[in-house]
């Protein structure tokens, strides 16, 4: 080998704030808070705040590799630690406030974490998993002064540690393999998993995020996540957003309608993503007010399936473009985008919008992926065969935290547990959660179509589709509606609904009416149905 003869700069996740402070210091940061009234910073200002988190994080004990833990909503002051953890060379391990206690125990426990961050909001959580804490010494409130309160924990003050500290750090020189962030995946089977993202995986995520074929940035995008800082990353927004100049709006924990209109259009955001549950609310909002949505441009969906209806009322309605996302948080977490093409627009609007609409997404530049059937033979691209769907790339998990193997095969591809097809344009379908499809007498059901169909009758909120054991059939379809609140809605009319929509024998044996359970990342609770209605058909 001849070596290439340019510089080996490792690519490290503080350079994406040290570049944004530098070629877009005056571009702003703004951020609700618990308790406290929205906060406007600038990067040239994060990056300040992060310094001073780098020092006050050194005085706290934390060295290289260490573990520092975050229960916190979409603030600045996360947004901060997302900088100064990985940019001392420790670890950053966001966890999901909205898992059960023994699981943010666990997750705690498992990442022996030292110190632990939380917004004021978990002070009640925090207080009553502390004892069973085995690792966490150090309890930080992420609070101003004013709003702030030690609990039990004798927790200290944010803003108090970082007024102690002054401007200016050295960050370290650090290898681009190293850890940066531990996220750990909600295990809604067996304990979660945890993913440790390396610096160099999260860069490279974070500029091909911004591409054409994904997210399309410039330096004119308003972005708001709406997706968790805590649940993988919020797709990575706190990283591609600086990378690429874009003013960053951070709702903290409020994502209703009303409060995500007042920041759309009081902040001109552009852009913003979150899963489908945010956008039912949020045009449920647009059409009680009459508003509209400023200007908002494009809106990221993914987590589950986007409602076809969903997307086309955005685009009719709102003049927005919907963009589904596919991901894992074992992806880090982007696998798809579903962006145009021309050889999709040669075939018209029509045509177009229903394959990006439909379809999970298009291959993108740094996860490949592939269809594989019962024996691992690759499926071809014609948007019909499915099978198991394998990726493999930079940002794409080789080994579970503390796991004692690689969960890849010997090429490196992960099995991520759903079922897919791919099509001769790029596109990739997901048509079930592997332990969620429905066999039926032999034949494959796709839950997730049934529920894109149901979704869109009148009077339906959300629509959950489950297989349930059937003495003939061996499982049928079963539909859980969740109707809009008023909405007066009968079995015969959701079927009379679906009946010219869908072919005969995907026709839901039952449809039953109630609450439709979500997972703490906000997918539809699938086991949780089938536990509670499973036995409905087996005195047909
Ligand atoms: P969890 O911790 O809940 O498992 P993940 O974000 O890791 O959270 O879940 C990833 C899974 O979510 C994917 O494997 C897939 O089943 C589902 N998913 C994500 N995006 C979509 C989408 N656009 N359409 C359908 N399913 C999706």
Known sequence: MIPGLMQQTPLQVIDILKFAARAHGGVEVVSRLVDEPIVRSTYAGELRRTERAAKALQRLG???GDRVA???????????????????????????????????TYILNHAEAGVLFFDKSFLALVERLAPKL?????????????????????????????????????WPTLDENAG?????????????????????????????????????????DVVMPCSSLFHASAWGLPFAAPINGCKLVLPCEKMDGAHLQELILNEGVTFTGGVPTIWTMYLAHLEQTGGNAGKLKRVVIGGSAVPRAMAETFKRKYGVQVLQIWGMTETAPLGVIATPTPALAALGED??????????????????????DENGAEAPHDGETSGALMVRGPWTIQRYFRGERDVVDADGW????????????GFMRITDRKKDVIKSGGEWISS??????????????????????????????????????GAELSEQQVLAYLAPRIVKWWTPDRVLFGLVPLTATGKINKKAIRDAYGQVLMGA
């Open 351 to 372: 045509k177009l919008d229903e394959a990006i609409w439909t379809r999970q997404g298009r291959l993108q530049f740094g996860i490949e992926l592939k269809v594989v």
């Open 134 to 170: 085995e690792t966490v010494k150090t309890f930080v409130m992420l609070s101003d002064e004013s709003a702030h309160e030690p609990g039990a924990v004798g927790a200290q003050c944010y803003e108090r540690l970082l007024a102690q500290e002054s401007d200016g750090f050295v």
């Open 70 to 104: 975050t229960l916190a909503w979409n603030t600045l002051r996360h947004f901060e630690l997302f900088y100064a953890v990985p940019g001392l060379g420790a670890i950053l391990n966001t966890v999901n406030p909205r898992l059960f206690d023994e699981q943010i």
């Open 62 to 64: 934390v060295r290289a």
């Open 448 to 485: 997730i179509d049934l529920e894109n169909v149901a979704v869109a009758c009148p009077g339906v909120k959300i629509a959950a589709v489950v297989g349930v054991p059937h003495p003939k059939w061996e499982e049928r379809p079963i539909m859980l509606i969740e109707a809009h609140e």
């Open 414 to 425: 992960f099995d991520t547990g759903d079922i897919a097809t791919i099509d001769q344009f």
């Open 180 to 220: 940066a962030m531990l996220c750990y995946t909600s295990g809604t089977t067996g304990e979660p998993k945890g993913v440790l993202y390396s610096h160099r995986g999260i860069v490279l995520h974070a500029i091909a995020s911004g591409l054409n074929s994904a997210f399309g940035f410039d330096a004119f």
